[in-house]
């Protein structure tokens, strides 16, 4: 039983924790960035894009919708310490309707959604921008932990970020190739976002889209060359698509040249390629287990068939006071199906345990053995996902109860072929 037990147990909590974390790799992209991302070619901004958004939420797919403007660049968030940064400029509260960025605020989580902003207190024409936690400070060695309280020190610290755009002159004739155009602009820290995702903690900036686009695009209004879509729970992806589709058609046939070339993907199509790669190593490994698992077929027809070979007596005293051989072998195969029932009820309920408690078991093997299982900067996440898959539960404990039953077939017909008059000849 207790074999069975630990295997059910091993391949549950495996395949949950495997299963936990592909579901938390592809929520993630879903949640921080929407259902549907509209993305401009190379070099391109959509202007109006306020238009194009309310075209959008009028239709029934499509729940709410936010611009970003996307760069890249480098923060100087205190003297001497550069970092490489990706670039956001976003609207406030327009981005807290599609993306949970208000709870992973430090300073404004707990504020109403429509007074989160940019704004710095006691300076009004401030530029103001939120940074993830990882760019401004790394994770203890250690622990894997961020020291928050250091980051809280650094609210509406000044710093400055260097970025920029390719631009053509136009009074070459040559046809050379534009030049980068340098930009730097200074803000305050305004707030700090720690989303638990690493990508987003590591190398997010975020300032208002109007600064961003005034400084990389100054002769031009404010622009946009990504669009996040939050669709309305229910609705079917494929149908949602079709729609942004044709609205984007319609807004931008007349007003942009490549519109044709603008791509509409959906959160789940971003990192499709890599989940099927997680999802193949997965069923390696649970094959690898499964293998092992096999064992208890034999560890079950050993302790059956050692009952067998120690109990001939009492299975011949059955067998002449009329049971016959039939019933005999089914009492053993019975016996090896409770075996593999109540084995794999155990089985679920250490898996259940197991995965319901394994981030505090992870931080005490860091604690005991200064042994670091899980790095965010290696997993994507800063905590363990601790779902339970219930949909591998029925399989595997069915697996488990019939390895059991199967282990007791070859005993329970040597057991039904003891002949009473040769085990009890000399009683």
């Known amino acids: 039983m207790a074999a069975v037990a630990l295997s059910c147990a091993l391949l549950i909590a495996t395949d949950s924790l495997f299963t936990g974390f592909i579901n938390a790799v592809e929520s993630s992209v879903s949640r921080h960035l929407g259902d549907i991302i509209l993305e401009a070619p190379s070099g391109r901004t959509i202007t109006e894009y306020d238009s194009f958004i309310d075209s959008l939420c009028d ?20 003297p001497g310490k550069v970092k490489a940064a990706r670039i956001w400029g976003i609207e406030l509260p327009r981005r807290l309707a599609v993306t949970p960025l208000h709870e992973a605020l430090l300073f404004q989580k707990d504020n109403p959604a429509e007074q989160v902003g940019f704004s710095v207190n006691g300076k009004p024409d401030a530029v103001g921008g939120i940074v993830g936690i990882g760019v401004l400070t790394q994770p203890d060695e250690a622990t894997d932990e961020y020291d928050v309280d ?31 155009s340098r930009k730097v602009i200074k803000f305050n820290l305004t707030d700090v976002a720690m989303t638990g995702v690493h990508e987003f903690d590591q190398s997010f900036v975020m300032l208002p889209i109007e600064e961003l686009s005034k400084t990389i695009y100054p002769e031009k209004e404010t622009v946009a060359n990504l669009i996040h879509i939050r669709l309305t729970p229910g609705a079917d992806e494929e149908k949602a698509m079709a729609v942004v589709r044709g609205v984007w058609r319609s807004f931008s046939e007349n007003r942009f040249d490549w519109y044709a070339f603008a791509s ?29 698992s096999v064992g208890i077929i034999l560890l079950v027809f ?71 299982l899980w790095k965010a900067s290696t997993y994507m996440f800063t905590q363990i996902p601790n779902t339970m ?12 109860i019939i390895a059991a039953a199967v282990g007791s077939l070859i005993p329970a017909v040597a057991a039904a072929r003891v002949k009473p008059v040769e085990t009890l000849q000399y009683e």
């Open 59 to 78: 239709t029934d797919s499509i729940e709410s919708a936010t611009a970003v403007l996307s760069s890249q660049g480098l923060l100087l968030s205190a």
């Open 150 to 180: 250091a980051v809280k020190g650094m609210l509406r610290q000044r710093m400055a970020l260097t970025t920029g755009s390719m631009v053509q002159d136009c009074s070459n004739t040559d046809g050379s190739q534009p030049r980068f």
């Open 264 to 292: 509409v993907t959906s959160a789940k199509q971003l990192n499709a390629q890599l989940i099927a790669e997680y999802r193949k190593q997965m069923t390696v490994l649970l094959f690898i287990f499964g293998l092992v």
């Open 302 to 372: 050993c302790v059956f068939y050692l009952i067998v070979m120690t109990r001939r007596k009492d299975i011949g005293v059955l067998k002449s006071c009329g049971v016959s051989s039939g019933s005999v072998a089914g009492l053993f195969v019975l016996f090896g199906t409770v075996v593999g029932v109540v084995g794999s009820v155990a089985g679920v309920g250490l898996g259940w345990l197991i995965i319901d408690n394994i981030n505090a078991i992870e931080q005490a093997i860091a604690s005991v053995f200064g042994i670091k």
């Open 389 to 400: 898959h219930w949909g591998s539960v029925l399989w595997i404990s069915a697996a488990g």
